[in-house]
């Protein structure tokens, strides 16, 4: 990395944070209207949320690794594009496998973006107060979460059907990713590395450059238990709000209403790490999500628009903490990879958690499968006390 200023391929990696996490988010105000469009059973509405985190899945970990060859700029300027010529293949889909296809190629393209963004900023940071600068690096994403989401909802809401403004958001993409092309050029960022500097990095560090195996396990537990709980509770809320006779336009508002919340959380608890701990602040958003979900089961009509922006805060503040804890297990030269693999893991929870959730839904309804998300989050305390010592000994502020 050529730049001096870490602050500067922060604000790139944000942009394409922005646009990358929008486009994948903007799918859970779609998912209420794919299913009147397309008459699918719940089941069919985890498959395809899962088409999206299946790419994510398989193609995370090997654009960390190839990253380390070709450099991350190519790579991610090149998913942008295809994910954006995908949206606008799915403003003009019209059949559930069509569907399928090109939710799997807008994955496809996403899947470049975090591993290689939050490599580049881990490394810049390497010194600095990294999770606070990827605290900011999350909060960027759930604002273009919430932009995104949010206005594809008031288009909605509105009468506007969704497919312009889909396709219409494909183009967009497309020319963003010129965009970041031209600003990772100017400041010098993610190129092809040079031969001599492989090579140095071959002596230094072999393998996977994981320190602490057995933390970096526990930290990966914790990442997927978060990650279940996250996915299926965001798949399923505006079902819950429908079941609770809120029409379906204001329901596709509740992941606004939510990533309102959860943009600060990131933000807020990338700082918070920094001054309480990292364990402490798992164990906050943990307990603040768990009882967040139970709230909103008995909260009745529109008084859920209250409840869900708080409980975005914690629904959404422990990936930036989780993520800023990689660097303290994983040496510098190998965190690409590391991050590829932490995020093939996320994704594969976005595929497992909503087709498991939903065939429950089917079978035992929408709010009894609420309660079994929110217990699910009790799994993260043991691996919390096994992480929590291996920290320490890192000279990390875990308690």
């Known amino acids: 990395m050529a730049t001096t200023n870490p602050r500067k391929p922060l604000a790139a990696c944000c942009g394409a944070h922005a646009i990358h996490d929008g486009l994948s988010d903007i799918l859970y105000v779609l998912l209420p209207l794919l299913r009147e469009s397309f008459n699918l059973s719940f089941a069919e509405i985890g498959m395809v949320r899962g088409a999206h985190r299946a790419a994510l899945a398989i193609f995370q970990l090997p654009a960390g690794l190839l990253a380390e060859r070709l450099g991350e700029r190519n790579l991610l300027v090149i998913g942008t594009a295809v994910a954006g010529l995908a949206y606008i293949g799915l403003g003009l889909s019209s059949g559930f496998v069509t569907l399928l296809a090109i939710l799997f190629f807008v994955g496809l393209g996403s899947s470049v973006q975090h591993p290689l963004s939050a490599s580049i900023i881990s490394t810049a940071y390497a010194t600095g107060p990294r999770r606070a600068a990827l605290g900011t690096y999350a909060f960027a994403g759930d604002v273009g979460k919430f932009s995104f989401a949010g206005g594809l909802g008031l288009l909605i809401a509105a009468g506007v059907d969704w497919r312009g403004p889909i396709v219409s958001l494909g183009v967009f993409t497309i020319l963003t990713a010129v965009v970041i092309l031209f600003v990772l050029l100017a400041v010098q960022v993610g190129g092809r590395p040079e031969k001599p500097q492989e090579r140095a990095m071959k002596t230094k560090v072999s393998g996977w450059g994981i320190r602490e195996p057995i933390g970096f396990g526990a930290l990966l537990g914790i990442m997927i238990f978060d990650n279940c709980t996250r996915n299926g509770f965001l798949t399923f809320v505006a079902f819950l709000l429908i079941a609770g006779n809120v029409d379906t336009e204001l329901a596709a508002m509740a992941i606004p209403a939510i990533l309102l919340g959860g943009m600060w959380g990131k933000l807020a608890c990338g700082f918070l790490a920094e001054r309480v701990g990292i364990i402490r602040t798992v164990i906050i958003t943990e307990v603040g999500t768990a009882i967040g979900i139970v709230v909103m089961i008995f909260v009745e ?31 510098q030269e190998r965190q690409s990879r590391a991050f590829g693999l932490f995020f093939a893991i996320s994704a594969a929870c976005g595929i497992a958690a909503p087709l498991g959730f939903g065939l429950l839904a089917d079978a035992i309804s929408i709010p009894a499968t609420m309660f079994v998300i929110s217990a699910m989050l009790l799994l993260v305390f043991p ?12 000279a990390t502020p875990a308690e």
């Open 383 to 394: 691996l919390c006390l096994v992480l929590s010592p291996i920290l320490r000994a890192a």
């Open 301 to 331: 009509g529109d008084m859920a628009f209250f409840v869900l922006p708080l409980l975005g805060v914690v629904l959404n503040g422990t990936s930036s903490v989780l993520q800023g804890t990689i660097g303290d297990l994983v040496d």
